[in-house]
């Protein structure tokens, strides 16, 4: 009797508990499935038919926004960006990290304090000595250019999740591989960045994020539209003389899938990297 | 996978060394900067022909919208990677600074060449928003510095069917009518009127038509300089035009906020009788809704002391970058680009007034409205003087306060004033 | 002899302290010139009047005495204030919920995991531009167009159909919501990720020790999580007062000024009245604001965690 009674205060408990985290979750996906759907329509039933599912597909607005808002190159630009500066962040902030965590040499708190530091001054104020700066150095409207500046942009966090990382990991190990006569650099290569993995994906899929879903210094930086990314072609896009709706949201959605995509592919990784302590600290 | 990394992170290195050599630019090439997503295809066209004729590569290069082209160009400047022609989408005291940076040239020798053969085909109204005259406020060389591309102007549109179903048969000739037809259009459910007043330009050009019409133009130029406050009746007068609109339920839902081009649809798509808009919409009107039954008429006056004035948009000029190297084939390009056939070509292909006389064909209904009144319109370019842009910001956020009721006309004109003699001032500081 | 051991030694210290440096060489050149350098020059332009090109006029402090009595600049500053509040209460409130919710062992409780952090993961203009149609509050044949408003008639609720992004009542609001809705997975991540750091042995403990749910959620969970709550709650503040892309995208160039926040005004600034030295200046602002905050904060949960 009694557990019984337990059972039904149990079952009643979760059912709140899952009516709960499926409203929540509706209210995620719903405008996102609404996106997709009115990519579907066309721009004569957008604004009269609003059933869930389009009576017609009308994929025509995909090759619409592919060909007319240049989406072929700009994909491929935004494809490039998010590699190139992920592969550099991890490099870099990941050899920084080490140092900062393990090694040591003059104004070593200075300078990472200097990185903390940088995370919480906002950036559109520097965006013209930033531009007057690249010209400076002949960088502007060079991928290498963009791509530094948004090295440059995803380093502080990166140094400081992967550091605190570094810092919870045992230097037993390490100790035993320096006896043996690694190298410093050896160690943070065959050792270092093997065991932070989980850190790592996390500074991946951040920066991939950020990256990918960056257009204000692409704005200022790319004058040439090859070289522009994604959401630069949405802005232009939005930006256009008439109002497309169906078209806006096939820009959309194919803007919004392959991070999207990429996320379910590596949200293990995020998790993990995160419960293994790379952020709590 | 640590190779793979490695592998990677060496494919990424190249592909940076390759993103460096950027090719470099040919002296047969010319770059061309603009805004005007609707001209794209039909400039990439007319470059095409261009390079088939003289074998110069002209490349032209959109950046949209319009406000992140200002941007843009701005940042360009104060770097000097300026193309070879490009337009400079901003104030006169800002194309000044611009000129005496020496990133613009002076086109005047080239307009006058051949007895003036160049200038005297296009509109004076649009050469004149290109020109410094003789001592001009910004203290610029007199001069024509730009070369308009087409030239276009803001009025009112209505839609025909909509009038008539709330039994309106002719457009309203004043402002007391327009605000009769609106109530009868309310009556019948239908939104009166809409713009795109999320835009601050629109809230601008509109009021200005107003203080042009009921003081005249001598009394807002006095205005700008400061001999006459805004607390003015007169002005006070224009601010009391939005509440009233806004009282009389004229305005279209979401007027304040909406942009442009949203206005353009509803009134494409008939949600509402009346637009305000420039003449570049007959382009887009056609597009979204070919079979669309409207007209053109001037806003409806509400005074009859003064003319009303109609705003031009004198947007779509481009310059010539004076530090180019290929400055000479720069002209020549936009000298091409201004002869009767070109322009004949991009009247058709966009339906905007081309800056050409001679290519002002017999227009049809709606942009032969547009066509009549370009002798009649004026600008912030041509006046002698233009407001300081903090007063125009507090004017046109104060016009928008009163619309969805925030603020008096009168608390209004207090504020638009107290920054008035604040930048008064400040300019009057060493 | 004993000096030159010295020497050699201290030679190989300090040939070690250049052999660790270089490690953070990287990072710390490309610091500099694209953010030091940047940071600097922009503090240098505060002290500037400039339109953009031409001179740059030294003025001193002028534009921040301007700024001091500038209402809009202060009322921007509000709205902020007002998005990061909803943040942090309702939007941080729901993340921790979820969190504590999915940290249970219930079913679906990865599939939560991964739908929550669908929003955070799309851009700040695909979510505007996405919400601005929902919201849409236009009408089309005597039929509300937007998602929301036509939900709202569909449910017999018409008298609720609004203006939302256009009422000064409501726009400020559905831009902190529409925020709230983008960000709190970033919240419940962390937090979840903080929770399932807990060792469930010391749960087992409390319950061994008969305490109910909330005393093991007051002694337990809260303490443990309070530097991971500090943490959620600097990111939050940093990134609800820089907000301004989801505005942009969502109220075009805003509503008079119920809208404004401190990130459009240096735009504004900058881009629409050519005030560079001053959008600088607001820059400057702005960022010690920011960096006073959170490393207030920051030192607050330093001292907590050391008590």
């Given at each position: 009797m009694i557990a019984n009674k337990y059972l039904i205060q149990g079952f009643f408990k979760n059912t709140l508990l899952h009516i709960f985290l499926l409203t929540v979750t509706i209210s995620c996906?719903?405008?996102?499935?609404?996106?997709?759907?009115?990519?579907?329509?066309?721009?004569?039933?957008?604004f009269v038919d609003q059933s869930l599912l389009p009576h017609e597909w009308n994929w025509h607005n995909y090759a619409v926004a592919w060909t007319k808002g240049n989406f072929g190159v700009y994909f491929f630009n935004s494809l490039i960006y998010t590699v190139s500066v992920v592969m550099g962040?991890?490099?870099?902030?990941?050899?920084?990290?080490?140092?900062?965590?393990?090694?040591?040499?003059?104004?070593?708190?200075?300078?990472?304090?200097?990185?903390?530091?940088?995370?919480?001054?906002?950036?559109?104020?520097?965006?013209?000595?930033?531009?007057?700066?690249?010209?400076?150095?002949?960088?502007?409207?060079?991928?290498?250019?963009?791509?530094?500046?948004?090295?440059n942009v995803g380093l502080s966090l990166s140094i400081l999740l992967l550091k605190t990382f570094f810092d919870k990991m045992p230097s037993d190990l390490e100790d035993a591989a320096r006896i043996d006569g690694c190298s410093r650099i050896q160690i943070w290569w065959h050792m270092a960045l093997p065991l932070a993995a989980p850190a790592l994906a996390v500074v991946v899929i951040y920066n991939s994020l950020n990256v990918w879903n960056e257009y204000i210094l692409a704005t200022l930086l790319l004058s040439d539209n090859n070289l522009m990314p994604l959401q630069r072609g949405l802005m232009v896009f939005n930006g256009a003389y008439q109002v497309d709706y169906p078209v806006l949201m096939a820009g959309l959605t194919m803007t919004a899938i392959p991070i999207v995509a990429v996320y379910l592919f590596m949200q293990k990784h995020i998790i993990k990297g995160l419960s293994s302590g790379a952020i709590v600290g | 996978m640590r190779r793979l990394v490695s592998w990677m992170f060496c494919a990424v290195l190249a592909g940076m060394a390759l993103g460096c050599a950027q090719a470099k630019k040919t002296a047969n090439e010319i770059e061309v900067w603009h805004w005007m997503t609707d001209r794209q295809d039909s400039l990439q066209a007319l470059a095409e022909r261009y390079e088939q004729q003289t074998g110069i590569k002209v490349k032209i290069a959109l950046f949209a919208p319009s406000d992140s082209y200002t941007q843009k160009v701005i940042a360009a400047a104060q770097a000097n990677v300026l193309p070879d022609i490009y337009g400079i989408l901003d104030k006169k005291s800002i194309v000044a600074s611009f000129i005496k940076a020496g990133y613009v040239?002076?086109?005047?020798?080239?307009?006058?060449?051949?007895?003036?053969?160049?200038?005297?085909?296009?509109?004076?109204?649009?050469?004149?928003?290109?020109?410094?005259?003789?001592?001009?406020?910004?203290?610029?060389?007199?001069?024509i510095y730009g070369v308009p591309l087409d030239v276009s102007n803001i009025q009112m549109v209505y839609n025909r069917a909509l009038l008539k179903r709330a039994g309106i048969m002719k457009p309203p000739a004043t402002f007391d009518d327009f605000i009769a037809d609106a109530q009868a259009l309310r009556r019948v459910g239908i939104p009166p009127f809409v713009t795109g007043f999320?835009?601050?330009?629109?809230?601008?050009?509109?009021?200005?038509?107003?203080?042009?019409?009921?003081?005249?133009?001598?009394?807002?130029?006095?205005?700008?300089?400061?001999?006459?406050?805004?607390?003015?009746?007169?002005?006070?007068?224009?601010?009391?035009?939005?509440?009233?609109?806004?009282?009389?339920?004229?305005?279209?839902?979401?007027?304040?906020?909406?942009?442009?081009?949203?206005?353009?649809?509803?009134?494409?798509?008939?949600?509402a009788a009346f637009s305000f808009d420039g003449s570049w919409c007959v382009n887009i009107y056609k597009?979204?809704?070919?079979?669309?039954?409207?007209?053109?008429?001037?806003?409806?006056?509400?005074?009859?002391?003064?003319?009303?004035?109609?705003?031009?948009?004198?947007?779509?000029?481009l310059v010539v970058n004076d530090l180019s190297p290929n400055k000479d084939k720069a002209v020549a390009f936009l000298k091409w680009l201004t002869a009767a056939e070109q322009q004949t070509y991009l009247a058709e292909k966009t339906n905007n007034l081309p800056a050409n006389r001679d290519a002002h064909r017999a227009?049809?209904?709606?942009?032969?409205?547009?066509?009549?009144?370009?002798?009649?319109?004026?600008?912030?370019?041509?006046?002698?003087?233009?407001?300081?842009?903090?007063?125009?910001?507090?004017?046109?956020?104060?016009?928008?306060?009163?619309?969805?009721?925030?603020?008096?006309?009168?608390?209004?004109?207090?504020?638009?004033?107290?920054?008035?003699?604040?930048?008064?001032?400040?300019?009057?500081r060493p | 002899m004993l000096l030159k051991t010295y020497n050699r030694y201290t030679a190989t210290r300090s040939l070690d302290a250049f052999k660790n440096f270089l490690f953070v060489f990287p990072a710390v050149a490309i610091f500099c010139i694209f953010y030091i350098y940047p940071f600097f020059e922009l503090f240098n332009l505060s002290l500037h009047q400039w339109q953009g090109i031409g001179p740059k006029v030294f003025i001193g402090l002028r534009n921040f005495q301007e700024l001091a009595v500038d209402k809009v600049w202060w009322t921007s500053m509000g709205h902020a204030g007002y998005i990061t509040l909803i943040a942090l209460t309702f939007q941080n409130a729901l993340a921790f919920a979820l969190a504590l919710a999915c940290d249970r062992e219930i079913r679906l409780k990865h599939f939560y995991r991964l739908v929550f952090f669908i929003p955070p993961v799309l851009s700040e203009v695909v979510v505007g531009i996405l919400w601005n149609w929902i919201l849409n509050s236009g009408m089309h044949n005597g039929q509300q167009i937007g998602l929301f408003n036509n939900f709202l008639a569909q449910i017999g609720l018409p008298h609720l159909i609004h203006n939302w992004l256009s009422d000064p009542k409501t726009a400020l609001t559905c831009i902190a919501v529409v925020h709230a809705w983008k960000g709190f997975g970033w919240g419940f991540i962390i937090l979840l990720a903080g929770l399932q750091t807990i060792d469930r042995q010391l749960?087992?403990?409390?319950?061994?020790?008969?305490?109910?749910?909330?005393?093991?959620?007051?002694?337990?969970?809260?303490?443990?999580?309070?530097?991971?709550?500090?943490?959620?709650?600097?990111?939050?503040?940093?990134?609800?007062?820089?907000v301004f892309v989801l505005i942009l995208s969502l109220v075009n160039q805003g509503l008079v000024y119920h809208t404004e926040v401190p990130v459009t005004r240096i735009l504004g600034a900058m881009s629409g009245t050519n005030q560079f030295g001053y959008a600088c200046a607001q820059a400057v602002i702005l960022g010690i604001l920011l960096v006073t905050v959170s490393f207030t904060l920051k030192s607050f949960s330093n001292r907590i965690k050391q008590a």
């Open positions: 996906l719903f405008p996102i499935f609404w996106m997709v759907r009115s990519s579907l329509m066309s721009n004569a039933t957008i962040i991890v490099i870099i902030s990941s050899l920084a990290a080490f140092a900062f965590s393990r090694l040591k040499f003059p104004g070593k708190d200075a300078l990472f304090y200097m990185f903390i530091a940088a995370m919480m001054i906002p950036l559109p104020g520097s965006f013209v000595p930033l531009f007057v700066l690249m010209n400076k150095l002949h960088l502007v409207n060079t991928r290498f250019g963009y791509i530094l500046c948004m090295i | 040239a002076d086109l005047t020798e080239a307009f006058k060449a051949d007895n003036g053969a160049w200038e005297k085909r296009l509109f004076a109204k649009a050469i004149n928003n290109n020109r410094f005259v003789e001592g001009n406020v910004d203290k610029v060389k007199p001069g999320g835009e601050m330009w629109i809230v601008d050009c509109f009021a200005s038509n107003y203080a042009f019409n009921i003081m005249g133009e001598a009394k807002v130029m006095a205005t700008f300089r400061g001999e006459v406050p805004y607390t003015d009746p007169d002005w006070i007068a224009v601010f009391a035009l939005f509440k009233k609109l806004a009282d009389k339920g004229v305005f279209m839902e979401g007027i304040v906020t909406k942009g442009n081009k949203y206005a353009e649809q509803d009134f494409a798509l008939e949600r597009t979204m809704n070919p079979g669309l039954d409207y007209g053109v008429l001037p806003l409806p006056p509400v005074s009859s002391n003064f003319p009303m004035r109609m705003w031009d948009g004198a947007g779509s000029s227009f049809t209904d709606v942009l032969g409205g547009f066509s009549k009144v370009m002798e009649n319109t004026t600008h912030p370019n041509i006046w002698p003087l233009n407001e300081d842009p903090l007063v125009v910001e507090a004017f046109d956020k104060g016009i928008q306060a009163i619309m969805i009721g925030d603020e008096t006309p009168q608390q209004v004109a207090g504020e638009v004033q107290s920054v008035k003699v604040r930048q008064m001032g400040r300019a009057a | 749960y087992e403990a409390a319950k061994v020790d008969g305490a109910g749910m909330w005393r093991t959620f007051w002694n337990i969970t809260l303490p443990m999580m309070l530097p991971v709550i500090v943490l959620v709650v600097i990111l939050t503040i940093l990134g609800s007062m820089q």
